[in-house]
């Protein structure tokens, strides 16, 4: 079983940035690819960013790409999304997730999900 905890969510200004993290509990986190995923008020859950288990391979929405940068420390069992550049369009309730079947942009193949952190860009 793996807990996720996500945090680093707020309100800031079109253009700002802002580093979410995602903390999770357990020996295997290593084991699992992980993802981001947000959800806006009256929209499906859509994919941002996935990095594989080892942190080589990655890859993004379009509409993140070149702005929004996953990573992981392993040695942390934590995850990361760093975003640039944000627009009001990127508000939303921002999820990690992970999956043992490896990276994925599909909601389907991931097996544990934090509760979500607000992530609010104001105009």
């Known amino acids: 079983q793996v807990q996720l905890v996500e945090s680093g969510g707020g309100l800031v200004q079109a253009g700002g940035s802002l580093r979410l993290s995602c903390a999770a509990s357990?020996?295997?986190?290593?084991?699992?690819?992980m993802g981001w995923f947000r959800q806006a008020p009256g929209k499906e859950r859509e994919f941002v960013a996935s990095i594989s288990w080892g942190g080589v391979n990655t890859i993004y929405a379009d509409s993140v790409k070149g702005r929004f940068t996953i990573s992981r420390d392993n040695a942390k069992n934590t995850v990361y999304l760093q975003m640039n550049s944000l627009k009001p369009e990127d508000t939303s309730v921002y999820y990690c997730?992970?999956?043992?079947?490896?990276?994925?942009?599909?909601?389907?193949?991931?097996?544990?999900w934090g509760q979500g952190t607000q992530v609010t860009v104001s105009s």
């Open positions: 357990g020996r295997t986190f290593s084991s699992y690819a």
């Open positions: 997730a992970a999956a043992r079947r490896g990276l994925s942009s599909r909601i389907g193949l991931y097996d544990y």
